[in-house]
């Protein structure tokens, strides 16, 4: 019998001599040293020796000992001698299992015992051996693979080795399942017991799990499906737990691809045995480990979470059952543990729940345990981390999808969804739409949510139920809905369950039905069953309609998320609204229209968002439904809706995502041949299709004619916008159309417009919106329009002062008479008033017009006149040209085009905008007239001297006027290099000099800086925004100086300005708000710092701190040197007054001194706290009127005396003089803050 083989530490130990005699490497061969023939030859005699001995071969000393050289040096062999060698291997393995379960009949037939026992170690060790060699020759095989990808091959070493190499794959997987399969016989008879040996199954496990540290092993599904099995069989069968579960739990927390595939070992370990002890001893090692251990292992944290949850998606019920060890983790303070526990909560509520088998008792217990965790869930959705609470909504949202909320508890996830929409992290508020969205897609109430339509439903229901229970007393119905609470009460479990269940059945089938069968008024109530059915079904509609009622309390929090920075919020809002839509839910319509503006944002996400969700929604296959869609928007939107809703169209029209048919059937609508076709929707029709004719030029010339019958016709004395709109659409025609329309219909067309502008046939406020069309649209189209502009100023005033308009005007303007003043109509004055500013605006826009076509044409001219010089195919101009061009450049002669057109223009101008011109023209004609009226106002004013006003009216009380307000900023940061970057500090300057409360100060700066988004500039203001502090004494101006520069967005050059002008504002440090400030800065710059930059950002950031507190201390000792002044001091005047209170009538001491108050009439503007006085009293010369003071209020509990405390802009330091008598002694000057500040609790 050969001697017993126990597993070595490494390959390599298999060569040394133990004491026990086991069986060990004696003879090993190097096979490196070999020749290749030779090893050839060797590997050949191995191989023939496994195959024609018998099966136990392997332990003869001779083969052992050159099986284990084969194995020793198998790198280095050649494919096809590994070839040989593994399936020489696992043949004997494979043929070897079987034979282990004939041991059994073996022993029966033979009396020898002793040969039995030979038989069975010979078994054994053979066993031992093949298992040994096979799983070696895996773990150099991987090893080598790992090794090939470590390292860079070329081209020519690739393509040899791939020549040479061998299949290994197939090989791995088939050496792997064969070890799997061998845990999986009966091993009782080869080791004398249920379970093998230590040593075995020590080597089995600790050689498995380090395969499960290969990524690329893992890959191979039949390779890893065998590790599992044998993981399952050692933990489990052979009771090898402990090890198994320490391991495991070591490789969740290294490693992250292995989370899934420990899982699924889990998992099938459970299935395949029954057994569920291997999961249940993970789960109580995680629920014993320390929370406090998951905070400082925070990838182990995420890899265990991730792992809970996958376990519990494939073992729901065996989850459930031991969910008491995993929630005190929820007390946590690893927010990634509560993550997971979350998601674990979701995955049992979901599966662990489903079948309808057991007793009513035990389902009872069930739906209590569900319960309690959809409790946990809504209490999670308060976690202190955004994380966990954006985790939960995401659950909830899985929930809804797979069915698993009831109607009871429906309306509460709502609610706290709708609550969550406020949020102060974007991620919660992106869970709580994405909840919401989803809630309405599988709510379980209806397609439609219309809250009029829930009510009339409900109240003809109630009705009902009333006649079906007369004599039962009012109660709430409400109460019928039962949520999964309700199983818990002691003495109604088997009721309530029944309930539930009749309830979500009667609504899935029932509910939608019932509100068609209601949908008008009058109609009779379907009868839906007894009297529990319609209880349910009336609980079902009160359900619904509370959740209608939610949803659409939330629009308003919807329109001021679409304004939100975050574009994960616009995004998800604006599917929220068109899923509100689709669903009828009230005042969603009008939600979305306020989404239109957002097309004119510069993120292209949002702009992508809006037209998308405007094509879904309002683009239809079905071109009248189109047409109907857009003309009712642009018939109901404000103006800068329909700015939006301009660009939208007219990007869709290029995309031609608006077809020809669309654009067909709005001119069937325009020209009122679909039946019903009001005015208003003509000029809506109208409106759209002058939209579409800015992409495209050719919508407008089919209806040429159209538009001046309909546009002018009677038909725009009915609806009034009408004729506008047609003046809209003769600017969008194309020169030929322009042209064509002249040639054809000109003379009317300058005729109507005329009689627009002065007729009086509109009504008053829309004479306006259309004389300003008309005048530009005269402007478009007229070759000389500016004889018929001053034709329509001379009638229009000839309309104000009834009167010819000439010289007869002029002499009374001239001679100051002053009835021309008192006899004048306002209404015609303004309208006077408005055609002559317009004229002169178009006019202005026309002149340079003109000038830009003489540049061009001037250009063109140039062009030519050197391509006529030419002498040869390159381009060469003569010399004597070119010496002439050189003179005349000198001369100044080659620009004298361009000076004359230059002077044409201004005097152009001067005429239009000046009465001093001898020629007058326009407003020049009238110019006295006007300059009389407007005499005491300032007709031009430099935008940046009032700049800061405009800036207030961002923060205006009404509404309009602050969406004007941003509107105009908005469009004045596209203008070149963005203004407002210029002008900010200027802003700021002037804005902390007015009386503002400080939130609006703080949302207008806010404002402003978002609108800047270039780098440069911004680190251009850091600089800027510093030097500000130089000069500034004043506290105010520290406070909102630092907060503008907290707004920044910093890049690495602002952090580094920032500290580089720390003199300059060092002295504002003091003041624990602009120190706040500043530590919001420095935390804005750790999160994008790289390490270099972080340590000067953490020593910069040491540096305020230390001078701020040192800063502290001295004013801390000035305070107190100063007390112990004025208590030396009074102490002094109390003595001098004791010692000549009967001579000194005349004292100045006051009333005052004695009350334990102190005052120094000769210093201005200062504030003293003496012997606990509640109130300071405050002093001002008119001598300092620069000096302000403010009010302090010592503190209830302080006892000390307190300093006095100055404010004086401008200076820092200020005297101090006693007032006394002939005994005053030396002055004494006090150092004092320059300003005062209220004591903070």
Known sequence: MAPHFFFPQTLRALEEEHEDGRLYAQNSVDTASLHPSELEEFVKGVSFDLSDKELFCIEDQDIFDRVYSLIRGYSSLPPSCKFNLVESLRSNFSVLLPNVDSLTRVSQSQDDEHLVVDRVASHRNAFKIYTFFLINIVLAEESNIVSNNNTKVTAVSRNKRLVNSWSWEPQRSRILNLVANSLEINLVLLFGSSDPDENYLSFIVKNTFSMFENAILLKDLDAKDALCRIVGACATKYHYMAQSCASIMHLIHKYDFVVTHMADAVAGTEKRYADGSLASSIIRDIGRTNPKDYVKDTAGAENIGRFLVELTDRLPKLISTNIGLLVPHFGGESYKIRNALVGVLGKLVAKAFKDVEGEVSSKSV????????????????????????????????????????????????????????????????????????TMLQHNPFGPQLRIASFEATLEQYKKKLNELEPDVPSESVADGLHSDNDTCNENGEIHNVHTQEQQESLTDSCLTHVEEGIAQKGSPVPDVGNLEQTRALVASLEAGLRFSKCVSATMPTLIQLMASSSASDVENTILLLMRCKQFQIDGSEACLRKMLPLVFSQDKSIYEAVENAFVTIYIRKNPVETAKNLLSLAIDSNIGDLAALEFIIAALVSKGDISTSMTSALWDFFCFNVSGTTAEQSCGALSILCMAAKSSTGVLSSHLQDIIDIGFGRWAKVEPLLARTACIAIQRLSEDDQKKLLSINGSRVIGILESLVSGFWLPENIWYAAADEAIAAIYTIYPIPETLAADLVKKSLSYVFDCSGGDELQHEIDGSSASILTTVQVAKLSRYLFIVSHVAMNQLVYIESCARKIQKQKVVKERADIDRHNINSKGAIPPDSLKDNSINAELGLASSEEAILDNLSDKAEKEIISGGSSEKNLIGHCASFLSKLSRNFSLMQKVKGYINEMAIRVEDEDERISSLAKLFFHELSKKGNNPIYNLLPDILGKLSKQNLIRESFCNVMQFLIGSIKKDKQMESLVEKLCNRFSGVTD????????????????????????????????????????????RNIINKGKKFAKPELKLCIEEFEDKLNKFHIEKKDQEATARNAQIHQQKVDGMEGFAVAGNIREDSVGSDTTDDETEGEVFNPSTEGMTRHVNGSSNSKVMESDEYSNASSELIESEPAETEVQSAKVNIRGASKSKAKRNGTKYQKNNVSASTRSSSRSPKD
Do not use: P
């Not at 959809?374 to 959705?381: M, N, P, Y």
């Not at 954006?390 to 797979?402: D, F, I, N, P, Y």
């Not at 929409?421 to 991620?427: A, H, T």
């Open 366 to 437: 069930r739906l209590r345990t569900k319960q309690a965790m959809l409790e946990i869930l809504l209490e999670r959705c308060r976690d202190v981390s955004a994380y966990t609470r954006s985790r939960v909504l995401q659950v909830w949202a899985e929930l809804c999808e797979e069915h698993a909320v009831s109607i009871g508890m429906w309306n509460e996830v709502a609610e706290v969804a709708a609550g969550r929409l406020e949020d102060k992290s974007s991620i919660v508020r992106k869970s709580a739409l994405n909840l919401l969205i």
């Open 1035 to 1078: 506290i105010t101006q520290w406070e909102y100086i630092s907060y503008c520069l907290s707004q920044l967005a910093f890049t690495e050059k602002g952090m580094k300005k920032l500290m580089e002008s720390f003199k300059i504002y060092e002295h504002a440090l003091l003041e624990d708000s602009v120190m706040d400030h500043f």
